[in-house]
């Protein structure tokens, strides 16, 4: 079945560690990637995308994203986090042949240890 | 900049009660899109509009509905609420029309819903 997974629910990391968020995908043709961030109680925030091109996106706020056909995955990172960070993090992907529906991820939930 | 405008904000209603989400989406956006967020859980779509027109339908029970109205504004409506539509309705909006996967959705900050 087509799907977006996001294998961590929660990740807790210390304030300036470097960040890794997992995101695998699994449809036929590379879709249209996405990275959101939701803050509690807030909407959710384009982070960053991959349409085509250079495989490693830069987005705001200091993150990126590195797209591996070959393990059908787009990781989000941060080399150094700070508390603001905080918040839920949803891959989200557009397959090729969808009428533009986000499918989404179950999120991963950053905790950060001061 | 302008963003995607949603009202309001918070709502508590009682069950088999009727509400009405109002989203307003960016200047020049003429595709809406309406999700569903549950606690813990991530969006679910639920319709799409293109030029005031149904473009796509997700998993919108039958006792909602909604439209686009001529100022590309959206209103979702629900009725006869039940204690699981509690949730955070999220719009969002996008240029270009909802056939293209290249569009970037703006999503406003959500209206929680509250059925007691």
């Known amino acids: 079945a087509q799907s977006v997974t996001q294998p961590d629910i929660h990740i807790t990391v210390s304030e300036g560690a470097s960040l890794e968020l997992r995101c695998n995908y699994s449809?036929?043709?590379?879709?249209?990637l996405f990275w959101y961030v939701q803050s509690p109680g807030q909407g959710l925030q384009l982070l960053l995308k991959?349409?085509?091109?250079d495989t490693l996106v830069q987005g705001i706020k200091g993150f990126e994203a590195e797209f591996k056909r070959s393990q059908s995955s787009f990781n989000l990172r941060k080399p150094s986090v700070h508390w603001s960070d905080a918040a839920e993090y949803f891959c989200?992907?557009?397959?090729?042949?969808?009428?533009?529906?986000?499918?989404w991820g179950a999120g991963t939930k950053l905790i950060i240890k001061p | 900049a302008a963003g995607v405008i949603q009202s309001p904000r918070h709502l508590i209603k009682e069950k088999r009660e009727t509400a009405t989400l109002k989203c307003y989406p960016i200047?020049?956006?003429?595709?809406v899109y309406w999700y569903q967020q549950g606690p813990g859980q991530d969006p679910q779509f639920l319709i799409s509009f293109y030029e005031k027109m149904q473009s796509d339908k997700g998993s919108i029970p039958d006792r909602f509905s909604a439209q686009q109205f001529s100022d590309y504004h959206s209103e979702l409506n629900m009725s006869s609420l039940e204690l699981g539509d509690s949730a955070l309705y999220f719009c969002?909006?996008?240029?270009?029309?909802?056939?293209?996967?290249?569009?970037?959705?703006?999503f406003g900050a959500g209206s929680r819903l509250t059925v007691l």
């Open positions: 200047p020049r956006h003429d595709t």
């Open positions: 989200a992907v557009v397959p090729m042949d969808s009428n533009y529906q986000l499918i």
């Open positions: 991959y349409f085509s091109g």
């Open positions: 969002a909006s996008s240029p270009g029309g909802s056939s293209s996967g290249a569009n970037v959705l703006t």
């Open positions: 449809y036929g043709a590379t879709p249209y």
